[in-house]
């Protein structure tokens, strides 16, 4: 009888072991700390989360100098041709916690990507990271022939001997922006600008700043949200509502399309947020926050994000950009963007500079996953 105990035993411990085998197995398609959608549960990786980390000065960095190696980068991000006068900000690395973040390598990213179309759908930070990741490709095959060109809103980035095409379309809401007889109105319940955005084998999607400008900076007259015209809404809420409509189309749409969503992009305009001055913004810093806390604490659009991409049943990889980002209040182009020292640009990014870390971490979750 007792060995017959015994035995019994073995075979629950033996079976035991095999369960948390497989739980472990289960957890690693998330390995770069993602949000990814999986029988309809949103998980994050337990392995390595790659956007949880800190900055690390490193002076390998950046990868990538404008002034030679990217002759097509536009000049609102050129931070050291419009005469910033330090270049420490070019030399940070991101550090996960957990692992170590491959480091970008775009010979081998075109390998992987051969014969693929890359849409980036968006508005100006969308525009920053695809600017970014142009010029590392270029940098890295600096004798591929390439083509760089404009139509509109929509850029192209052609590398023809690695048959890799890397796009941006201008989009600031995703929704509709509609042209009616009483002025232009944002439709929160349509998106037919969508049909442009089939047949690619990734896209990359963004939005958030503009669903907060108002006067002559606001595009729109009116919104319209469930079929009733409206002067004005919460700005929040109407990004919840656009931004669940757009979840809808890539639901019904996208098929075997890999699909990406970059995480909400911060601003540095009030210094209390990283424990400075209120009257404090990003003009003459020079060095990032220290460690892996954002005192100011992640924005409400961030938390939106993650509600609408968890109820997805499409599987929607978010580039969770936000808090690394949210540390850099030194990476903007502040006096030194596309309006000179008549503005103070506190919401796009130098390049070289963050956007490219961006796409270190889209890399990673490329040859992780």
């Known amino acids: 009888m007792g060995k017959m105990l015994n035995g019994f035993g073995l075979f629950v411990y033996a079976v035991l072991i095999l369960i948390l085998l497989l739980l472990e ?29 800190s900055w690390v000065y490193d002076d390998t960095y950046p990868l990538y100098d404008t002034s030679s190696s990217c002759p097509f980068i536009d000049r ?30 775009g010979q081998d990213f075109l ?31 600096p004798k591929a022939k390439y083509t760089s060109s404009s139509k509109g809103d929509f850029y192209t980035f052609l590398l023809p001997e690695y048959e890799v095409s890397v796009m941006f379309s201008r989009n600031k809401f995703l929704v509709d922006l509609v042209q009616t007889k009483k002025g232009m109105v944002l439709n929160l319940d349509s998106i037919e600008g969508g049909k442009l955005w089939k047949g690619y084998d990734m896209l990359i999607f963004n939005t958030w700043h ?59 305009f009030n210094g209390e947020e990283w424990g400075g001055q209120k009257s404090a913004n990003c003009i003459g810093q020079t060095r990032p926050v220290n460690g892996s806390t954002y005192p100011g604490g992640s924005p409400p659009p961030a938390a939106v994000v993650h509600e ?11 580039l969770d950009i936000t808090l690394l980002s949210q540390l850099r209040k030194d990476g903007h182009p502040s006096l030194y963007g ?14 070289a500079g963050v956007p490219d870390t961006w796409n270190e971490l889209f890399y990673a979750i490329l040859v992780t996953t």
């Open 25 to 53: 197995h289960e957890n690693q398609y998330c390995f770069a700390g993602v949000l990814e959608k999986k029988n309809n549960e949103s998980q994050i990786g337990t392995k390595c989360d790659l956007f949880d980390g």
């Open 76 to 105: 609102e991000f050129d931070c050291q041709k419009n005469g910033r006068p330090d270049n420490q900000y070019l030399k940070y690395r991101w550090k996960p916690k957990g692992c170590a973040l491959p480091r970008f390598n």
């Open 111 to 141: 390998r992987r990507l051969k014969g693929k179309k890359i849409l980036f759908v968006g508005d100006s930070l969308s525009y920053n990271q695809w600017q970014s990741l142009t010029c590392m490709l270029h940098s890295a095959v």
């Open 210 to 268: 503009w669903w907060l400008h108002t006067g002559r900076d606001q595009p729109w007259k009116y919104i319209e949200s469930g079929g009733k015209i409206l002067k004005d809404m919460d700005r929040l809420a109407a990004f919840r509502e656009g931004l669940t409509t757009w979840s809808k189309w890539v639901d019904s749409n996208v098929g075997n399309t890999k699909v990406f969503f970059q995480g909400i992009s911060p601003t540095h």
């Open 308 to 318: 609408v991409l968890n109820k997805m049943s499409q599987p929607v990889t978010l």
């Open 338 to 351: 596309i309006d000179g020292k008549k503005g103070n640009d506190c919401s796009h990014w130098c390049l």
